[in-house]
């Protein structure tokens, strides 16, 4: 089954940021599928580079385990523009990702993705974000107290 860029985008966004899937999202890759995170600094849980399905599954699940962000997507809040380009095998995507903390502090992240397709499915995906801050968690009541 072919899909859209649209539906293959749709579904991992939802299989990454709202599901948090790793099975998922490797699913949506090739065999041989590669995964870049160019803009990630050095000890960031998530690898700049996973190559192979395997790879992707293995990096982006413990990634999900420990995320360097705590919280949830305001989905509602998020958008993101679509942009065609002549070769029918690559699409772009300008996302601005409406986070919020646990405080319930909002922050957004805007970022750009580049994906290569081959028979449906994504062969390879340079994903160009930072990081966003940490916002710490409220203070916890001392126990006993």
């Not at 940021?17 to 599928?33: K, N, Y």
């Not at 190559?51 to 998020?78: C, K, L, M, N």
């Amino acid at each position: 089954m072919t899909r859209t860029h649209r539906e293959l985008f749709e579904r991992y966004v939802h299989a990454g940021a709202i599901s948090r899937d790793p099975e998922a999202i490797a699913a949506l890759f090739t065999d041989d599928g590669e995964y870049e995170a160019p803009l990630v600094p050095e000890g960031h849980p998530l690898p700049r580079r996973l190559v192979g399905r395997e790879a992707i599954r293995a990096g982006i699940g413990a990634y999900h385990r420990e995320p360097a962000y705590q919280g949830t997507v305001d989905a509602a809040a998020s958008g993101y523009v679509l942009h065609e380009t002549a070769d029918p095998d690559v699409f772009l995507v300008e996302i601005d990702t409406v986070l919020v903390a646990p405080t319930g502090q909002r922050t957004t992240v805007s970022l750009v993705q580049v994906f290569r397709v081959r028979a449906g499915r994504i062969a390879k995906l340079r994903d160009y974000f930072a990081p966003p801050p940490q916002v710490p968690s409220p203070p916890q009541p001392a126990r006993g107290a």
